[in-house]
C-alpha cells in the first residue's frame, strides 16, 4: 500500500500581519496599557508569545478547549482576571481568525489539545518544553498533569474501572467528564494497539516536522532503513523507497519482506529526498562519516522500532548459538557487531532478559569491536548472566584504562557476588579515580567475605579519602560486621 506523506500547512504569509493587529486591538478596542513601560511589555512579552501560540495551534482556533487554555494563559501567565482574560480571549480568537484564515485541518474536539500533552508527558517532555513547543502556559500544564497522575494512581488500585465509577470519584472532583472519558480511551490504547508508545513517541516527531504522515509509516520508514544502514546514501535509499531495481539488495532482504521496498514509489524523487533530509536536520537519520560511510538512524529513531527488530535479532542469536556449526561465534558477531548501537544495546537486554547465558561466550570476542556505550552493556550483562566467561572478561575490564569501564565492572562483579572476584577488587581500592574506588568497595560489601573489614578501616581512617569513598566504606564495614555476626 502506498504511504502519503506530506507536509503539514501553515500558517500564511499574512500570519507577520497578527502581532500589528492585536498590539491594535489591545490598544483600541481594550484601552490598551496606559504607560510606557506597560506598552513596552506588551509589545516585546504579551503579543510575540500570543502570536507563536496561535500559530502553533492554528487549527484550534475553533476549539472549545484551546479556548479554555488561552483564558488560563491570560490569566495564569499574564496576570489578567478571570473574568477579563474570558472576554479578551474571544477577542483574540476573531482576530487570529480575520488574519490567518481557518487552517485546512481546523479539529473542533475537545480532546485534541488534551491529546498533545499527554503525548508530550507519557514520551518524557518536561513542562518548559511542552510549554515553549505548545504556547500553553505552565500553570495549567501543571495542573493538568497532577490530575492525570491522580487518575493513575486511582484507576491502579480499582480492578474493574468504569466511567460513572471515575466520575463519582472523589479524588477525581477536578476533572470534566470529558476530561475522564479521554484518560479512559488513552488508557485502553496501551492494551489494544501494539507498541503504542513507540507509536506517541512517532505522532510527536510527526507534528515536530509538521508532516501529515502516519505513525506507523513513519515507524515502517525507520524499520526499512535499518535493514540497509551503512549500505546506502540519501540518494541511494530514495532509489529503493522508488522501487527502483537495485543488484546489491536481494530479494531475500528483510526490507523486501516487509514490504518497506517501494514504500513511496508513487512519490518524485526529489519528494523523498527532501523528506529524507528533513529527518537528518532532526537529527533522525544521520550520515556515517566513519570507515563505513552511509546512511544510519539516530537512537531516537531506533529506539522506535525497537519492539519491531529486537525480538527477531535475539531469536537469531539464540538460534545461532544452539546450532552445531562450527561457525556459531563468528555468525553471531555478525549479527551483533555493526548493527545500530542502540539496537545493539537492546538485543543485549532482551538476551539478558531471556536469560541466555550462551551468549556470554560471544562477548570477549564482541568487546574491542563494538562503541563505547555497547561495550558498557556487554560488562552490564556479564554481571546479569554470571558464568565461567563472565568472570574471565570482568577480571580483565577490572584494569581497563577507561576508568567508567572499571566503575561498570565493579558494579557487574557486586551484581554476581562471586568470591573470586575479591582480591581484584581489594586493587580497585587503590584506583586513582574516586567513583571507582566507590564501587569497589560496594562491591565487596555484596561479596559479604569479612576479611574486607580491615581495609574499610583504613579507608575509614584515612583523612584523605573522599568524603563519598569513606562513606560507602561506613556502610560496607556494617554490612560485613554483621556477616561476621552471624
Request: hydrophobic content about 40%; overall charge positive.
Amino acid at each position: 500500500m502506498a504511504l502519503d506523506i506530506k507536509v503539514q500547512p501553515r500558517p500564511p504569509e499574512s500570519a507577520g500581519n497578527l502581532a500589528i493587529e492585536l498590539e491594535k486591538m489591545f490598544i483600541e478596542d481594550w484601552g490598551g496599557p496606559k504607560s510606557a513601560l506597560a506598552l513596552a511589555y506588551l509589545r516585546d512579552t504579551v503579543i510575540p508569545d500570543l502570536v507563536h501560540c496561535l500559530k502553533t495551534n492554528w487549527q484550534y482556533l475553533d476549539n472549545p478547549t484551546f479556548r479554555e487554555i488561552l483564558i488560563s494563559k491570560l490569566n495564569s501567565q499574564f496576570a489578567y482576571p478571570p473574568t477579563f482574560a474570558e472576554g479578551l480571549t474571544g477577542d483574540i480568537l476573531l482576530c487570529a481568525k480575520a488574519v490567518l484564515g481557518k487552517s485546512p485541518l481546523s479539529n473542533n474536539h475537545p480532546w485534541q489539545p488534551w491529546e498533545i500533552i499527554l503525548r508530550m508527558l507519557t514520551i518524557g517532555h518536561r513542562l518548559p518544553e511542552i510549554a515553549q513547543r505548545t504556547g500553553y502556559p505552565e500553570a495549567y500544564l501543571e495542573k493538568f498533569r497532577k490530575q492525570y497522575y491522580k487518575f493513575q494512581q486511582v484507576i491502579e488500585g480499582l480492578a474493574d474501572v468504569s466511567e460513572e465509577q471515575l466520575v463519582n470519584h472523589k479524588e477525581l472532583a477536578g476533572l470534566t467528564v470529558s476530561q475522564i472519558r479521554l484518560l479512559i480511551d488513552f488508557q485502553h490504547r496501551f492494551k489494544v494497539f501494539k507498541n503504542y508508545y513507540e507509536r506517541l513517541q512517532a505522532e510527536q516527531i510527526i507534528m515536530d516536522l509538521g508532516l501529515e504522515l502516519d505513525p506507523d509509516g513513519l515507524i515502517r520508514l525507520f524499520e526499512g532503513l535499518f535493514s540497509v544502514e551503512r549500505q546506502v546514501t540519501i540518494q541511494r535509499f530514495a532509489d529503493i523507497l522508488k522501487g527502483a531495481k537495485t543488484p546489491w539488495l536481494t530479494g531475500e532482504s528483510y526490507f523486501t519482506k516487509t514490504c518497506a521496498y517501494g514504500l513511496l514509489a508513487h512519490w518524485p524523487r526529489k519528494q523523498i529526498i527532501t523528506l529524507l533530509d528533513r529527518l537528518m536536520e532532526a537529527n533522525l537519520l544521520m550520515d556515517d562519516t566513519g570507515p563505513e560511510q552511509g546512511l544510519t538512524l539516530s537512537e531516537g529513531a531506533a529506539k522506535l522500532i525497537v519492539p519491531l527488530v529486537v525480538p527477531k535479532l535475539a531469536d537469531e542469536v539464540q538460534n545461532i548459538l544452539r546450532s552445531k556449526a562450527k561457525d556459531r561465534i563468528s555468525r553471531t558477531l555478525a549479527v551483533l557487531q555493526g548493527r545500530n548501537s542502540e539496537i545493539t544495546i537492546q538485543v543485549i537486554r532482551e538476551l539478558v532478559r531471556r536469560k541466555d547465558t550462551s551468549v556470554v561466550m560471544c562477548f570477549k570476542a564482541l568487546q574491542r569491536r563494538v562503541p563505547k556505550k555497547v561495550f558498557l552493556q556487554i560488562i552490564w550483562a556479564c554481571g546479569q548472566l554470571g558464568g565461567k566467561d563472565a568472570v574471565n572478561l570482568l577480571s580483565k575490564t577490572i584494569n581497563d584504562r577507561d576508568s567508567l569501564v572499571r566503575v561498570r565492572t565493579c558494579q557487574a562483579m557486586g551484581e554476581m557476588a562471586d568470591q573470586s572476584f575479591y582480591f581484584a577488587l581489594i586493587s580497585a581500592l587503590s584506583d586513582p579515580v574516586a567513583l571507582v574506588r566507590e564501587n569497589a568497595i560496594r562491591a565487596l560489601g555484596q561479596l559479604k567475605m569479612v576479611s574486607a573489614l580491615k581495609h574499610m578501616e583504613r579507608i575509614i581512617t584515612n583523612p584523605a579519602e573522599d568524603p563519598q569513598v569513606q562513606r560507602a566504606a561506613r556502610e560496607t564495614k556494617a554490612i560485613l560486621q554483621k556477616q561476621k555476626d552471624i
